[in-house]
């Protein structure tokens, strides 16, 4: 009897707890002490999903579960193995976000972020930390791969597709970095200065789209500040925009790391601190206890939160399986990787092979290749299917001389031993990663080469890359090619041509490289990217025609580095030329005579401004290697002459037919750039507002794409007044198979300016 006295009273008073539902969540808020609200706003160690980066942290006597939070943009990252089981819980790894916006195709990305959003609610993470979705401001950014592109607009829809695709099972995103997270280096202290108009125009835009297009459950605020404020305490960027502006109804979360501010980020908006810690939950009750911190605003923050945790499936007791159809994953993996692989170069159509050919396979990451990045970014995928499996399923004959040395090199320390004919090369930035190390590409001996050319019928050539988050890229033999790579491209080449044999080179690379120096020499170049778990395979696909590729370039590759505006403030190694000269550079820091990387640099000056892709190559002529938008097929595509109408808003809507002329079947990605009058501001030569895909055309088949662009995403920001506003005038529309491949044009009037004024924000202190 006097035991069942306390239980009945504690079974009372849990019932007089409130339980948290979709329908009284002001109730459980007011219900909350000051420590259970601190706590909901930090994250805490979750229990519940091996290896899942984060989550927020129960409150059991409300009937508060934790939710789980997981990276990352190609994937879901988990562990794959647990203690005490002989289950697995192996994620597919998907295409990077690169090669996402390379297939310039909405619906196909929106069909695999079902997949991947399954397997989120299949292994019972209720967010996946993706897309990531800065801007491709430079090509040294070691996380590029994980974002789309040098362009806002292609960036934003193609991270709304993602969020769409995820959000449709239930499970939600976090669209990341927000923003300004452009560098590696010194992410979590650097300081990016940029001019507003940047900031609107490009490095917000895609955001702008992301939200406004896809309601994000989540976005995540980057390390770095901006204009002097971190963006996680930045009140301007967190709510005076995101919320006040787009109408942002989700959460904010800090990206993974502490600040000392914590209080000033409530403040900001930003919801969640992640991970979080105890030191957090206690500077914000103290700032509560001593009126530094209005508890209203605490409120605020702790009922957004309240309001994601009921949409999520662990609070809906969602029964889920652990057994998603990676089978299936995998097979949409491989088909969906050839929309975004880049056919640069296919020389007299040497492509598609017209039966697999034997073959010298040369390039280390051909025997060990690269599916995605490292970091959060990477995937504990069930394997990797290397791009000599892929071949020989497809049934090319691999030759067995040159792949032994690959083979024997592999074993790194006994290589020596082995007598195999080669000499050490040069180290890489990227390199083949073998095992743990990343193993440097090999130098192969001229008569290892030329040996090579009676046995086979051509040869393919794989040059790999490799980065992550962390660090930046290097402009040598990681931008550039290293020595060893340049031989083996000239000394294959010159082997094989001089026996009328093909040449293929392979690019299985996540971001980037220099391309003008050598690519006359190879018969074919196909810009694989780093496309999946299924690479091999993919890359046979495409080399046999089961695939067209119709990918096509998210970004401009230039003929050098230096030609890239932002170049000159980009903060890493200075090129050999400048080094020797002894120059300044690169923001007044310098690697003098060595190439010395730059720490504490805690600051980059965007002094470029709109000078970023195309916008600058295109506007100022620039010659470029690749130009932004190319990609080849195996077919070719004529496109009709374009319509346009516009509507009494200012909507308006572009009408082109496209024709397949060849004789495969293909898809072509249409792309509607707009030339805006005079009188305006000053603006790049052309910009990109929208664009399309066709179908799968079979030879003679036509299709009438149709796009739409608001008279709002026609504006440019006018910084003196805080207003996006458009000209009246004459408009070009410029519909084009890439920038520099205009196929036609047409006019139309806006008969009227317009404006949308903006609160003043993130102003350069
Ligand atoms: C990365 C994020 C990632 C997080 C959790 C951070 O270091 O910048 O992109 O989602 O870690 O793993």
């Given amino acids: 009897m006097t035991l069942v006295v306390p239980l009945l009273a504690a079974f009372a008073s849990a019932q007089s707890q409130p339980q948290l539902s979709k329908d009284n969540i002001d109730e459980v808020l007011e219900a909350m002490t000051l420590q259970e609200k601190a706590t909901l706003a930090?994250?805490?160690?979750?229990?519940?999903?091996?290896?899942?980066?984060?989550?927020?942290?129960?409150?059991p006597r409300l009937g508060i579960p934790q939710t789980v939070l997981a990276d990352g943009p190609a994937g879901l990252r988990i562990d794959p193995t647990r203690r005490g089981t002989d289950n697995t819980y192996y994620c597919t790894g998907f295409p990077v976000g690169t090669v996402m916006a390379c297939t310039w195709n909405v619906e196909l990305v929106e069909e695999m972020t079902k997949a991947m959003g399954n397997e989120v609610l299949e292994y019972g993470t209720d967010v996946i930390l993706g897309p990531g979705m800065n801007l491709h401001r430079n090509p040294l950014c070691g996380r590029n791969f994980e974002y789309f592109s040098e362009d806002p607009v292609l960036s934003g829809k193609i991270s709304s597709a993602f969020v769409r695709g995820i959000q449709s099972q239930g499970v939600g995103v976090s669209v990341k970095h927000f923003a300004f997270n452009d560098q590696e280096i010194n992410r979590m202290e650097n300081d990016a200065q940029i001019g507003v108009r940047a900031i609107r125009e490009l490095y917000l835009k895609n955001f702008e789209i992301a939200v406004r297009e896809s309601a994000p459950w989540t976005i995540m605020s980057s390390y770095n500040k901006v204009n002097g404020t971190y963006t996680q305490q930045s009140h301007d960027l967190l709510t005076t925009i995101l919320r006040d502006e787009w109408g942002y109804e989700g959460i904010v979360m800090t990206d993974w790391g502490n600040k000392e501010g914590t209080v000033k980020a409530v403040q900001a908006g930003n919801d969640l601190m992640e991970p979080g810690n105890a030191s957090e939950t206690q500077r914000i009750v103290a700032a509560v206890q001593d009126g530094t911190l209005s508890e209203e605003d605490l409120n605020r923050n702790v009922r957004r939160i309240l309001e994601y945790i009921v949409k999520t499936p662990r609070f809906n007791g969602y029964k889920y399986s652990g057994k998603p159809d990676l089978e299936a994953h995998a097979e949409l993996v491989r088909k969906a990787a050839a929309e975004g692989m880049v056919l640069l170069k296919n020389g007299e159509h040497v492509l598609p092979f017209e039966q697999a050919p034997r073959i010298a396979l040369f390039g280390l990451n051909a025997y060990k290749s690269i599916a995605g990045g490292t970091g959060s970014g990477n995937v504990n995928k069930p394997y990797v299917r290397h791009i000599s499996e892929g071949l020989e399923a497809g049934g090319f004959q691999i030759d067995k001389t040159v792949a032994n040395i690959y083979a024997t090199y592999r074993d790194y320390q006994n290589a020596e031993n082995a007598g195999a004919s080669f000499l050490p090369g040069q180290a890489l930035g990227g390199g083949a990663t073998f095992g743990e190390g990343i193993v440097p590409e090999m130098a192969i001996r001229q008569e290892v080469v030329n040996n090579s050319v009676s046995r086979n019928d051509a040869a393919v050539i794989v040059i790999g890359r490799n980065a992550g988050e962390g660090d930046d890229r290097v402009l040598e033999a990681d931008f550039e090619l290293a020595q060893c790579e340049r031989d083996l491209i000239a000394n294959v080449c010159n082997a094989y041509h001089k026996a009328g044999k093909k040449v293929i080179v392979v690019l299985n690379v996540g971001g980037v490289i220099e391309t003008a120096s050598w690519k006359s020499q190879p018969d074919a170049i196909l810009l694989a990217w780093t496309p999946g778990q299924e690479v091999g395979n993919s890359v046979a696909d495409v080399l046999l025609g089961k695939s067209n590729p119709s990918g096509k370039l998210s970004m401009t590759f230039p003929q050098n580095y230096l030609d890239i505006p932002s170049s000159a403030n980009f903060p890493y190694y200075k090129p050999q030329a400048q080094r020797n000269a002894g120059g300044g550079g690169f923001g007044g820091f310098g690697g003098f005579g060595q190439p010395a990387k730059?720490?504490?640099?805690?600051?980059?000056?965007?002094?470029?401004?709109?000078?970023?892709?195309?916008?600058?190559?295109?506007?100022?002529?620039?010659?470029?290697?690749?130009p932004f938008g190319f990609g080849l097929s195996y077919t070719t595509f004529q496109y009709g002459k374009p319509s346009v109408k516009v509507n009494g808003d200012g909507m308006v809507t572009v009408t082109v037919s496209v024709k397949n002329t060849g004789n495969v079947s293909g898809k072509e990605a249409v792309q509607v750039y707009i030339s805006a009058p005079a009188g305006g501001l000053e603006k790049p030569a052309c910009e990109l507002k929208a664009f399309a895909k066709t179908g799968l055309l079979e030879p003679g088949q036509s299709q009438t794409l149709t796009m739409k662009i608001p008279a709002y995403d026609l504006a440019s920001f006018n910084d003196s007044v805080s207003a996006w506003e458009t000209a009246a005038g004459q408009y070009t529309v410029l519909v084009g198979a890439s920038v520099e491949d205009i196929r036609g044009t047409v006019t139309f009037k806006q008969g009227k300016a317009r404006s949308w004024k903006v609160t003043p924000a993130l102003l350069p202190e």
């Fill in 42 to 59: 930090v994250g805490g160690r979750q229990s519940l999903v091996a290896g899942a980066a984060g989550g927020t942290q129960a409150i």
């Fill in 598 to 626: 730059i720490r504490n640099y805690d600051y980059t000056k965007y002094d470029e401004g709109l000078n970023v892709g195309y916008r600058y190559f295109n506007t100022k002529k620039v010659e470029v290697s690749y």
